[in-house]
């Protein structure tokens, strides 16, 4: 007897017209809130969805932190977006596993569970630890290293570069500049010493 399954048939029946024109109208249906699940539910729900995912996405943030009210949740990972790690300097708090980022990251939904505003919790954590803490400090004398760094970084890192690379070509250039008659010297010069070095010492 022949069992195997006729993938074709089942292919036909899920993605036929009248299954998919079906599903559809049931999605519309629960959308407007005729299936029994009004549009708040629906977006409590892929607001959940969003916070799971973008829990697991960021390995720092451990469930125990997160709070049960999605959008206070949504609003503390927003603040700590815009937190610098003081450990690690070139990371938020929202993505840094360090111990002292947690604890900021408590801190800000403790704020937020007082009632405090999205301004007002910002204003709490730069009051307390300056202006360092804040990945886009005010403009101001004492923050310029913090705004120029980068363009400093780079500055330095090209000026590296193009120094190894100036010397490469003076040195070539020195190279392509001497006479025959110079090179052979160089040249006995250097065998001359390889061959002291090569021979024994006399006790």
């Not at 969805?49 to 990972?77: G, H, I, N, Q, W």
């Not at 610098?84 to 596993?97: E, P």
């Not at 193009?162 to 500049?177: P, Q, Y």
Request: hydrophobic content about 45%; glycine content about 8%; overall charge positive.
């Amino acid at each position: 007897m022949d069992r195997r399954v006729d993938y074709g048939f089942w292919r036909r029946l899920l993605f036929s017209g009248s299954t998919v024109a079906y599903w559809r109208r049931a999605a519309i249906d629960r959308i407007k809130g005729r299936g029994g699940c009004n549009v708040r539910r629906l977006y409590q729900l892929a607001l959940g969805v969003f916070l799971v995912f973008s829990a697991s996405a960021s390995f720092a943030v451990t469930p125990d932190e997160m709070l049960s009210d999605p959008k206070l949740e949504m609003r503390a990972r927003t603040i700590a977006a815009q937190l610098r790690c003081l450990v690690c300097q070139n990371q938020s708090i929202d993505d840094s596993d360090a111990s002292l980022a947690r604890d900021l990251r408590v801190l800000v939904r403790e704020k937020l569970n007082e009632g405090l505003s999205d301004a007002q919790v910002l204003d709490y954590i730069h009051a307390r630890y300056g202006d360092f803490v804040l990945l886009r400090p005010p403009v101001k004398l004492g923050t310029f290293l913090l705004w120029a760094s980068p363009a400093l970084a780079l500055i330095g890192g090209g000026g590296a570069v193009w120094w190894n690379l100036r010397r490469r070509r003076v040195a070539l250039s020195v190279g392509a500049t001497l006479t025959e008659e110079e090179r052979r010297q160089l040249s006995a010069l250097g065998a001359k010493g390889w061959s002291q070095d090569q021979s024994p010492s006399a006790d």
